[in-house]
């Protein structure tokens, strides 16, 4: 199965900004981009709700969300060359899914 972005050909390559993102949802599903906006809004606030409890968020054929840990480790000030402790951390991290992997190749 080949997974077909509509609005891929229309972006030329180049990096989409979220105005950017926002006119293609509400273009291609033919939506107000108000109502496009809401709706990704909605997306990326459910996504960070779920990372925030350390849940992943699986999205078939486009990706997966989810929590890594960076361990601590020291690190340098570049300006001064002082050795610096760096705390251990959450991170997002994101795996793409075969669809997303295929379109893009």
Same mark, same amino acid.
């Given at each position: 199965? /080949? ?11 180049? &990096?989409?900004? !979220? =105005?950017?993102? @926002?006119?293609?949802i509400? !273009?291609?599903?033919? @939506?107000? +981009?108000?109502?496009?906006? /809401? ?12 990372? &925030?409890?350390?849940?992943s968020? =699986?999205?078939? $054929?486009? $990706?997966?969300?989810? *929590?890594?840990? /960076? ?12 050795? @610096?402790? @760096?705390?251990?951390? !959450? *991170?997002? #991290?994101? +795996?793409?899914? #075969?669809?997303? !992997?295929?379109? *893009?190749?």
């Amino acid at each position: 199965m /080949r997974c077909e972005f509509p609005f891929a050909a229309t972006l030329n390559g180049a &990096q989409v900004n !979220k =105005t950017e993102l @926002i006119e293609e949802i509400a !273009k291609s599903a033919d @939506i107000t +981009k108000a109502s496009a906006t /809401r709706a990704l809004d909605a997306m990326i606030d459910a996504v960070t709700a779920s990372l &925030q409890k350390n849940d992943s968020v =699986t999205l078939v $054929g486009f $990706g997966t969300f989810s *929590v890594g840990e /960076r361990a601590a480790r020291t690190g340098r000030n570049p300006r001064t060359k002082e050795a @610096i402790k @760096i705390a251990a951390a !959450k *991170v997002p #991290k994101f +795996k793409a899914g #075969k669809a997303l !992997k295929d379109a *893009v190749n």
